[in-house]
């Protein structure tokens, strides 16, 4: 299943190092990954592939969230085809 | 592969312009449920609802977390209950009865509304609608989540005046019964003409007779979003306008459209149709009124409001149609009082009035939606303003509704807080100058000329 991930939040060192050693543990496999910041504030967004992970949506969503609320930041585990829904025909 | 700005502009629509999918409603239909045995007939219905959807809720859920877009609200609609209980019910009170095995049901299914204790009486009324009407105001005060709705009239069969007026003092009795709960049955029931069969918005949602056994309909939202859409465009032109109203009802409708695409998939039931409405709330900027404002109209209910309405509700449907195959419903801009701020900020300054807001109906995609008025309104008075609205669906081939409450104890300058997605609303002055003879004379207004297209 590919997702995508957003990391939102304000910059600081090992930000895409936690996130990424999280995904490389639960054998989530990264497909594309992009950064910016928008009114100072760190957005990231990892296209993922969980297909082989052991660990279903739900757990790696919260685990997620939970990483989020450690380093600062709001990340949110989200099916991809929201996006491909509204941005492509 | 998709961009991050894209996927920045889905999740700030969701997290700051308030963009949701309103509601998933399963529509069931009861036909399969008739006898003539009342017990009987309560327990089928209260079988096959709780067996239908007895998933329907955690698969919203499911849905919600795995795509990150809220959907606010899980409903069910059945088949007119006046078609149901023809055969069993002799009196008001068995429709009651009927009433209360729908709210039990709702309520086990964790459902916020139910809709479709509703009679379809359009030309002529059966003594089974009847008798389902007059049980009306104790059902909705000794229920909590049921919705009634009754269809007056249409383009092609013209008005039941006799249903019109005992509409009027139908409402008022609902008002009377739950006076104490700020009047709570109306904003429950409402009354259309050219009701459509497959609504999934309340209080008006009811599974056609039309549809099969079960269907599967969502309705999208996203007021705040155009809003937001729109406040880029400040100045341009009505090209510009047009085209972007477009462009943004296309995005929110394709979401819905992939909710209720998954819905059906996991639920086993098949797709009916995506309601492509902007649908407000009382949530601050989740407003068609705030709507008009970032369109250059000082407030809702200025001159050239009824012109941006129109343009809107085109535009809407236009960008919509785009993106799903099916839609149907009530499809459009939503214009009630209580649950959007703007509006009701708008009639507290002045600036929007009763009048104004039945010229809008002619419009919009549906009708005078929660609008509270004076307590001591009269049944005639109440059946006058619900003929007004009904007569402009009629000759203009749409679906309008009237859902008004009279607020027992209450005068104009007062307000009524419903609470939750319903809001509050003030008391709006309601022209009373007597209908009386007119609303009394009984029988049908016949249907418009250009109704015969055989």
Do not use: W
Request: charge should be negative; glycine fraction near 10%; include cysteine.
């Amino acid at each position: 299943m590919k997702t995508v991930i957003t990391v939102v939040g304000k910059d600081s060192v090992g930000i895409i190092a936690k996130v990424c050693t999280y995904l490389a543990n639960n054998k989530v496999n990264i497909l594309n990954i992009s950064q910016t910041i928008v009114d100072g504030f760190f957005n990231m967004m990892m296209i993922a592939d969980i297909e082989n992970s052991p660990k279903e949506f739900d757990g790696l969503a919260s685990e997620l969230e939970q990483i989020g609320d450690e380093i600062h930041c709001v990340i949110k585990l989200q099916r991809e085809e929201i996006f491909d829904a509204m941005h492509r025909i | 592969m998709i961009q991050i700005s894209e996927v920045l502009e889905t999740n700030n629509m969701i997290e700051k312009e308030n963009l949701d999918v309103r509601t998933i409603t399963l529509g069931i239909s009861l036909l399969n449920c008739i006898t003539d045995d009342l017990d009987k007939l309560c327990d089928n219905i209260y079988n096959r609802i709780t067996a239908t959807a007895k998933d329907l809720v955690k698969t919203g859920e499911e849905i919600e977390r795995e795509y990150g877009i809220p959907i606010v609200n899980k409903r069910i609609s059945v088949t007119p209950i006046a078609l149901i209980g023809g055969a069993a019910c002799k009196n008001p009170e068995d429709y009651v009865r009927i009433a209360k095995v729908l709210d039990k049901a709702a309520h086990e299914m964790g459902v916020n509304f139910i809709g479709g204790f509703s009679a379809l009486v359009s030309k002529g009324m059966t003594k089974s609608d009847e008798l389902l009407i007059k049980s009306i105001p104790e059902a909705l005060s000794v229920t909590e989540r049921v919705c009634s709705s009754v269809n007056l009239g249409s383009t092609k069969t013209g008005l039941n005046m006799d249903a019109v007026r005992l509409m009027g003092s139908i409402i008022k009795e609902a008002a009377e019964k739950t006076k104490e709960n700020d009047c709570i049955g109306c904003a429950k029931l409402v009354v259309f003409c050219n009701a459509p069969d497959d609504n999934p918005f309340m209080a008006g949602a009811f599974h056609g007779v039309t549809e099969a056994d079960e269907i599967i309909n969502v309705g999208v939202s996203g007021p705040g979003v155009m809003r937001k859409a729109l406040e880029s465009v400040r100045g341009t032109d009505f090209g510009v306008l047009a085209d972007t109203i477009k462009k943004t009802a296309f995005k929110i409708t394709r979401v819905g459209q992939l909710v209720a695409y998954e819905a059906s998939k996991r639920l086993n039931i098949p797709f009916g149709i995506i309601d492509l409405s902007l649908a407000p709330t009382p949530a601050i900027g989740d407003s068609i009124a705030d709507i008009f404002e970032e369109m250059g109209l000082e407030r809702a209910g200025a001159p050239g409001t009824t012109a941006a309405l129109a343009l809107l509700n085109d535009q809407v449907k236009k960008g919509g149609v785009m993106a799903s195959s099916y839609v149907g419903g009530l499809s459009g801009a939503f214009i009630p009082v209580s649950e959007d701020q703007g509006m009701i900020n708008a009639v507290n300054e002045g600036a929007l009035t009763l009048e104004k807001l039945e010229a809008m109906t002619c419009v919009c995609s549906v009708g005078l939606d929660m609008i509270a008025v004076p307590g001591d309104t009269s049944e005639a008075t109440l059946s006058g303003v619900i003929a007004d609205e009904m007569a402009i669906g009629m000759v203009n081939q749409k679906t309008t509704a009237v859902r008004i409450i009279p607020v027992i104890g209450k005068s104009v300058g007062e307000k009524v807080e419903f609470g939750g997605l319903l809001g509050y609303a003030p008391i709006m002055p309601v022209n009373t100058f007597s209908c009386d003879a007119f609303v009394n004379r009984g029988g049908r207004i016949p249907a418009p000329i250009h109704s015969f297209k055989n």
